[in-house]
């Protein structure tokens, strides 16, 4: 059903009319579709299906060549699918270590390289692992711990852990070969909370003394080899002409979502997911790898920069979206602090939504999936507030689907007082069994 003709008015009422469209919701899907080729190489919170990003593709766009954008481009999803049909792949993350892991999966390697450099690093984890005392060992291969973290590395690695993995960093951070480095790095990263005490599958920083935490050397490997069979089903399917050059079809930053690198006009779509107001704290939960890799100089500044978190506020600003300014009015009542952090998450949306405006062509597409939340008791109708911004920032409204998202791969669900995500038995409230597609046409 196109949406072309909608005002702002009768928003509401399409969106509590819809119905769910089953195509959508891809409930036979297997998890080795959605984890193929370079797609598992790291876990990562509400990561797109690419098969939802593949339909988008086949809907949107119809010649060989395009443009693809993701403003929140997380773990790279996007821009992978893009990279596997040969389209231009731009995108920002504000997590140095989402674009990280984005920039690696998005670069197919020649499989003969990697099995050298691989090769290579296997015998030098075999040595370490012969000589059994890490300790001794640890002379020869000094362990690369960063020292300003060291009391957080402390907190969550036994001691033997901790020169392990410093051992395994050291021998990183000798390859002289950046896109293999990178690559590794990935590899060491997706490994960090298996090797520590961090509770198995929590999203919270949370310790389990119970936890009997992984051999650092035989992680790393088997993820090595994992992600080197992902590599080489990629490589497979990647357009030769990319796979030949793909720093001409890669231009992927870190950087904030209202500001993408590319000029006005230039994009044929958007497919994007953005942050929740209040549910993730993607800085916390990438904690492990920020201070391993030693990415960030101060966790509290570092969070500040992300959309979605509880360190925000305007006050000069105004919200254009009418549904906007009901909620952020209706949360008042019930807490101050988190209307206003609501109201800046709406303000932020609607200038990335503004931005993601300008860089597309004229009849092109941006997609947003989000899914509505309640906190509070107040329902916060994300997704209306999004079809509204996109009309007030010029946009048609082009189309709204309504999919479910299947039980297995539903992330968590949220507590209903507080909105953060929790263990299922933690919560009282599903987080969102059903999603949102709005769609703008420009
Ligand atoms: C829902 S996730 C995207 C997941 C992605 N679709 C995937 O498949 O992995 C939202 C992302 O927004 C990022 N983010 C938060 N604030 C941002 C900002 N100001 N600019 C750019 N990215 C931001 C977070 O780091 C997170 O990676």
Request: hydrophobic residues 35%; positive net charge.
């Amino acid at each position: 059903m196109q949406h072309s003709s909608v005002r702002q008015n009768d928003l509401l009422t399409v969106f509590s009319q819809k119905p769910i469209d089953e195509e959508w919701s891809f409930a036979d899907c297997k998890p080795s579709d959605t984890a193929k080729w370079t797609h598992a190489y790291h876990r990562y919170p509400a990561k797109f299906i690419p098969q939802l990003v593949e339909k988008l593709f086949d809907e949107y766009l119809h010649g060989p060549m395009a443009s693809v954008n993701d403003p929140f481009m997380g773990s790279g999803t996007t821009v992978v699918s893009a990279i596997s049909r040969g389209y231009y792949a731009s995108g920002t993350d504000i997590n140095r270590i989402a674009f990280l892991i984005a920039a690696v999966k998005a670069r197919p390697l020649d499989p003969q390289h990697l099995e050298k450099k691989l090769g290579y690093f296997f015998d030098q984890l075999a040595i370490l692992d012969q000589e059994k005392n890490y300790a001794l060992s640890g002379r020869d291969v000094e362990p690369l711990v960063p020292e300003r973290h060291f009391e957080r590395i402390k907190y969550w690695f036994s001691e033997e852990n901790i020169i392990k993995l410093g051992q395994i960093h050291r021998l990183i951070s000798r390859e002289e070969d950046h896109t293999i480095k990178n690559y590794l790095l990935v590899a060491f990263s997706n490994v960090l909370k298996n090797c520590s005490i961090w509770l198995k599958s929590s999203t919270k920083p949370t310790r389990d003394f119970k936890k009997k935490p992984e051999d650092p050397y035989v992680a790393i490997k088997r993820q090595l080899k994992k992600m080197q069979r992902g590599n080489a089903a990629f490589y497979a399917q990647v357009p030769e002409m990319v796979r030949r050059n793909p720093d001409a079809f890669l231009n992927l930053k870190i950087d904030d979502a209202r500001q993408q690198r590319v000029p006005g006009d230039s994009v044929d779509l958007v497919v994007t997911s953005s942050p929740y107001v209040t549910s993730y704290e993607y800085a916390d939960l990438h904690q492990l790898s920020t201070i391993w890799l030693d990415l960030a100089n101060d966790l509290t500044e570092y969070k500040k920069e992300f959309i979605g978190t509880s360190f925000k506020k305007y006050e000069d600003r105004r919200l254009d979206s009418r549904i906007a300014r009901d909620i952020v009015a209706s949360m008042q009542e019930k807490n101050r602090k988190m209307a206003r952090e609501i109201e800046a998450f709406f303000i932020d949306m609607q200038d990335v939504i503004g931005e993601s405006y300008r860089i597309l062509k004229k009849g092109g597409r941006a997609c947003y999936v989000i899914g509505n939340t309640r906190l509070r008791e107040v329902d916060v109708l994300n997704a209306e507030v999004f079809a509204e911004t996109m009309l007030s920032c010029g946009f048609e409204l082009d189309r709204i689907i309504k999919r479910q998202i299947p039980s297995k791969i539903l992330p968590q669900t949220r507590d209903a007082r507080t909105g953060k995500f929790a263990k299922t038995s933690d919560a009282d409230n599903h987080a969102y069994p059903c999603e949102y597609i709005a769609i703008g046409k420009k």
